[in-house]
Every structure is written in C-alpha cells, then in structure tokens.
C-alpha cells in the first residue's frame, strides 16, 4: 500500500524558516518524480513544486521560486520542502503527492504550515 | 499560466440524481485534464486521470470525458458518500493548476 506521511509543521513567525519532510512507503520511490501541493486554510488547491525521480528536473510556482527548496532521499525514500522567508500567505495545508499518470495520485495526510507573529 | 474554471461553484443534489460537473481551459491541454474528490478535512483523492480513466478502486459511476479546453465529470447516480468538493487539474504544463472547486451538497 502507498504511504505518504508529512512532518515538520506547525507556527512559525514571518520571515521564518521550516523544513517539511515526507516519508515514502509502499512503492519503489526512486522510481516515482514527487510534489508538493499546499491548501490555504478554506480555499483551493495550488501545486508548489517538483522532483523527478532523478533529482535532475525540478520545478516551482511562481509564488515560492527562490524561498523555497525541494529536495529527496532516495537511500531513506523521502521527500523535503526547505521553506525560507516565510510569509502570512504560506499558510496552508502541505500535501506530498505521488504521481499516477500525469496526475497526483497518492496524497499524505497533510501538514500545517501557520505563518503568524 | 492556464487558468481553469469549473462550473458551477456549488450544486445541491438528492441521492441518486446524476451530476454534471464542467471545467473549461484558457488554453488547450489536449486530454491532460484530471479530476479529484475532496472531503472536509481530508486530503484530495485522484478520480479521473487524461481526461477520462478511472483511476484504480473509483466506484464506476464517476466518469470523464472531454478534449482540448472543455471538460466534464459526471457521476451517473449520487451516493451520499459522494458529498464532497471536486477540482479539476490540468497537467499540459507547469505550473500545474487547479479549477476552484465545485462542492456538491445535499439537497
């Protein structure tokens, strides 16, 4: 069975730093590219960045391009979103994804990232 | 960026009722169209993946069809557990975005 478990939220002041991490179970994860995709409180949901299963392809959102950080270890199966200069509108809910097709497949359960002073 | 738009926003349905969900593209994606269920407080569950395949363990009342910019998932007789907000993505290109969700209620 596929697993995904984030960690590393929780409250963080503006301008602040906070290392996400997503342990990987259930499948061969240095087969699969991985995401990131976060949910503000009570909106939708927009994609935040990509791995390939390689590392050699990554890509960001507009919204965290030079803040933020992706990155894996295939040796320990994770996944890791090093967020720097954090602002009010990174709050949200990150999901690590795993992709079926060209789709995001498999979802964690979440962790909530607070940006507040 | 592509911009996807769903409608409607929101929809009221009975139990049984078939419901037409639609997501239209600024821009054509070709079948790269996929489409999610989400619960309150849960995270987002793939449904419908290239437009029209059923991701693995989805009950069969779900569908998908549709090409280039126009697109739409039907589900042929609601269930209860069906309640939910769905969001159509599309995977043409990056960024990858999302519809703004359409939250099916009870009637």
């Known amino acids: 069975e596929v697993q995904l478990v984030e960690s590393g939220g929780g409250l963080v002041q503006p301008g602040g730093s906070l290392r996400l991490s997503c342990a990987a179970s259930g499948f061969t994860f240095s087969s699969y590219s991985m995401n990131w995709v976060r949910q503000a409180p009570g909106k939708g949901l927009e994609w935040v960045s990509y791995?390939?299963?390689?590392?050699?392809?990554?890509y960001y959102a507009d919204s965290v391009k030079g803040r933020f950080t992706i990155s894996r270890d295939n040796a320990k199966n994770s996944l890791y979103l090093q967020m720097n200069s954090l602002r009010a509108e990174d709050t949200a809910v990150y999901y690590c994804?795993?992709?079926?097709?060209?789709?995001?497949?498999?979802w964690g359960q979440g962790t909530l990232v607070t940006v507040s002073s | 960026d592509i911009q996807m738009t769903q409608s409607p926003s929101s929809l009221s349905a009975s139990v049984g009722d078939r419901v037409t969900i639609t997501c239209r593209a600024s821009?054509?994606?070709?079948?790269?169209l996929n489409w999610y269920q989400q619960k309150p407080g849960k995270a987002p569950k793939l449904l419908i993946y290239a437009a029209s395949s059923l991701q693995s363990g989805v009950p069969s009342r779900f569908s998908g069809s549709g090409s280039g910019t126009d697109f739409t998932l039907t589900i042929s007789s609601l269930q209860a557990e069906d309640f939910a907000t769905y969001y159509c993505?599309?995977?043409?290109?990056?960024?990858?975005?999302f519809g703004q969700g359409t939250k099916v209620e009870i009637k």
């Open positions: 821009q054509s994606i070709n079948s790269y």
């Open positions: 791995m390939s299963s390689s590392s050699s392809t990554i």
């Open positions: 994804t795993r992709g079926v097709s060209d789709a995001f497949g498999y």
């Open positions: 993505q599309q995977s043409y290109n990056t960024p990858w975005t």
